[in-house]
């Protein structure tokens, strides 16, 4: 009789309890079929699964893909889940994703031939707690971006470390809703680059040792240009003094090695609370578009950029690009924010409102060029300020909570 009764016990407490839970899946440790069964998980993914990878070296010849809703693809941590792409066969990316909803979180990756990691049209994407690096130091071979979403909207970047990219180490395209935030930039061409892309907050960033700081820019023949509201604050920008090792012919081989901010081409950009040191051309440079475009849709120009309460060290004293043969003319050196004074394009004249709002003190020079393409020979340089104006600030980048929904028929 007791042993009847501990056994109706015991089925009544697992009735209580309730179906067992499944076993979790083990990490995924380093093996010589590791980058195969990784890119399997990838495929067989369910939207709302965390693809876990442990800690260790792992060595992967063939980039990894995934194309699956509301999924996490997550290390052990930066430097601790550590993925080689040295001995990649292929020239594309260390991973690309074209799903919504995804995070990618706690790995480094290194050596990927083409991007680190790129995401197109992936919403709602975040890329958080990561390293992606080019083990050889800043090279022209090296792949052109770190991490790399375009075509998106509502993009998550925190925390995320990138060093030796051939164009941009962290680089935002054609994308709308962007926070870049507490990640660290160092030995790119660009650090940190937002090109047509709208609604961005860059801030409490490191760019440091890159030929340019931070750029923000918009270029023509895309199928997304127009782009605007960009805020950029709370960063720190120093000592960008790599020399330019972009491959001829991109668009950032003509950033001037030693530039802290370069805007470009855009709207409603505000540049406030940074901190400048030691970035050798200038700390902020707003330029026009000069090369020629038959766009017709395209505006070349900077309008309505308000530069206010930044902190400027030391800056401006070698000159580099087509600023190096400036320099002479004006004393050896520039001050802090140079504008190429050009507010003409075509047959089009623009009021182009380029506020400066710092202390008297704080350099700043036009260089009253007119028109574009910009003739450095007939620069008419100017040390006074535009009249101050009031151009409303962008609102604070907001993003939705996870997780999103799947997309119809996914």
Not at 275 to 297: C, E, G
Not at 316 to 340: E, R, T, Y
Not at 344 to 363: A, C, L, M, Q, S
Request: some cysteine.
């Amino acid at each position: 009789m007791r042993s009847m009764i501990a056994s109706v016990s015991v089925l009544a407490l697992a009735a209580a309890c309730g179906p067992t839970e499944p076993a979790k899946p083990a990490a995924l440790a380093p093996s010589a079929t590791a980058n195969a069964d990784l890119q399997k998980l990838l495929i067989e993914a369910k939207p709302g699964d965390t693809i876990e990878i442990g800690e260790g070296a792992f060595d992967f010849t063939e980039g990894l893909s995934l194309t699956v809703d509301n999924v996490t693809l997550k290390g052990a941590g930066i430097d601790k889940t550590v993925i080689s792409f040295k001995g990649q066969k292929g020239a594309g990316e260390g991973l690309l994703v074209t799903s919504d909803g995804v995070t990618l979180t706690g790995f480094t990756m290194q050596d990927s031939k083409g991007d680190g990691i790129k995401s197109k049209g992936a919403d709602d994407i975040v890329y958080k707690d990561l390293k992606v690096e080019w083990t050889g130091g800043p090279l022209a071979t090296n792949g052109a971006y770190g991490v790399y979403p375009v075509e998106s909207t509502n993009v998550l970047i925190d925390g995320v470390t990138v060093s030796g990219a051939s164009d941009a180490g962290i680089y935002v395209g054609q994308s709308d809703n962007i926070i870049v935030r507490n990640s660290r930039a160092e030995y790119n061409v660009a650090g940190i680059e937002i090109e047509n892309s709208t609604r961005a907050d860059v801030h409490d960033n490191v760019a440091t040792k890159n030929a340019g700081g931070i750029l923000v820019f918009d270029l023509p023949d895309l199928p997304k240009k127009g782009g605007h509201s960009t805020r950029v604050f709370n960063n720190q920008i120093f000592e960008n003094d790599t020399p330019n090792f972009a491959p001829p012919g991109n668009i950032v081989a003509s950033v001037p090695t030693g530039t802290g901010v370069l805007l470009m081409a855009n709207r409603d950009v505000h540049v406030f609370g940074n901190t400048f040191d030691k970035n050798k051309t200038a700390h902020v440079l707003i330029v026009s578009y000069s090369n020629t475009f038959k766009d017709p849709d395209y505006n070349p120009l900077p309008r309505d950029f308000v530069i206010r309460d930044n902190t400027y060290g030391e800056g401006g004293n070698d000159p580099q690009g087509l600023f190096q043969s400036l320099a002479p003319a004006l004393g050896g050196k520039l001050p802090a924010i140079v504008w190429d004074g050009v507010t003409k394009y075509g047959d089009k004249t623009e009021d182009v409102r380029i506020v400066v709002r710092e202390k008297p003190e704080v350099g700043f020079i036009s260089l009253g060029l007119i028109s574009t393409p910009p003739d450095l020979t007939k620069a008419k340089p100017s040390m006074d300020r535009q009249p101050d104006t009031q151009i409303r600030e962008p609102a604070p980048v907001v993003l939705p909570q996870k997780p999103v929904a799947a997309k119809e028929g996914a």
